[in-house]
């Protein structure tokens, strides 16, 4: 896939990063040709060219690695809209990761999320499928830092995954990612994925809301229906 659009939600929070770092986010966004007002609405749909351009424009400016790793940290599930909203209020944690695999798409048309399970344990896969970014490690660390949200806000604070792997160089400096990601951690791994113990998926959300969450999945079913319609409409007769 060359490009893709997203919903800027976890980018929301770059101007106030890059100002911390003591960068000039005017002037970071102007380099990289975006508006910054486009991404202070999390709802605002970019394309990943373009973001990576400027993801990119941010790792030179401010000499960060580990960029999307502090953005991460800024980030959190509801940064995803309604499919994040899924993952809170989920009866189990089984039945919002389900949901995140079904309705990634409504917030990213290029990550995949899949499930595999195996001797205890599952394991949760996120791949991107957007070909020659320049920041692939940043969208890496951010996608990740926010999938690791997600399990912690479905299985609580005590939550810990057996290992993770990361699609990513190792950083010069991995004592950040060892204190976010606790657990086992593992870089250059070539596929990017969270493995976990199979009684975490019984876990209850504490924002668990069974009514809430049948309401945003007719509602999530409802948006699928109006992009195949849209798509459909636009093909010629």
């Known amino acids: ?20 770092l003591g960068q000039d986010p005017e002037v970071v966004f102007r380099e990289a040709n975006c508006d ?5 609405d999390p709802s605002h749909r970019s394309t990943y060219q373009k973001s990576d351009r400027l993801l990119a424009g941010c790792v030179r400016s401010t000499g960060r690695d ?25 009866a189990n944690a089984r039945e919002g990761l389900l949901a995140l695999a079904d309705h990634i798409d409504l ?11 195996d001797a205890g344990y599952t394991t949760m896969k996120i791949a991107i499928r957007v070909e020659g ?12 830092v926010i999938a690791t949200k997600i399990m912690i806000s479905a299985c609580g604070r005590d939550w810990r995954p057996s290992a993770i792997h990361l699609q990513r160089p190792e950083p010069v ?6 204190r976010i990601f606790q657990g086992s951690l593992y870089f250059d791994s070539p596929h990017s994925r969270i ?14 809301d069974p009514l809430l969450f049948q309401h945003l999945e007719q509602e999530a079913m409802w948006l699928h229906q109006l992009h195949r319609e849209s798509v459909m409409d636009a093909i010629p007769g």
């Open 195 to 208: 493995v976990f113990s199979d009684h975490w998926l019984e876990a209850r959300p504490k924002s668990s």
């Open 173 to 178: 400096d991995p004592r950040p990612y060892r």
């Open 66 to 90: 580990d960029l999307g790793l502090l953005l991460g940290e800024r980030a959190a599930p509801s940064h995803l809209g309604i499919t994040g909203f899924l993952t809170q209020t989920a």
């Open 133 to 144: 970014l320049q920041a692939l490690s940043q969208i890496i660390d951010l996608t990740m």
């Open 107 to 117: 917030h990213d048309e290029a990550v995949v999320v899949l499930f595999e399970r």
């Open 1 to 20: 896939m060359k490009d893709a659009f997203f919903r800027v939600g976890p980018l929301v929070n770059l101007a106030g990063l890059l100002r911390d």
């Open 36 to 40: 910054p007002r486009m991404y202070r």
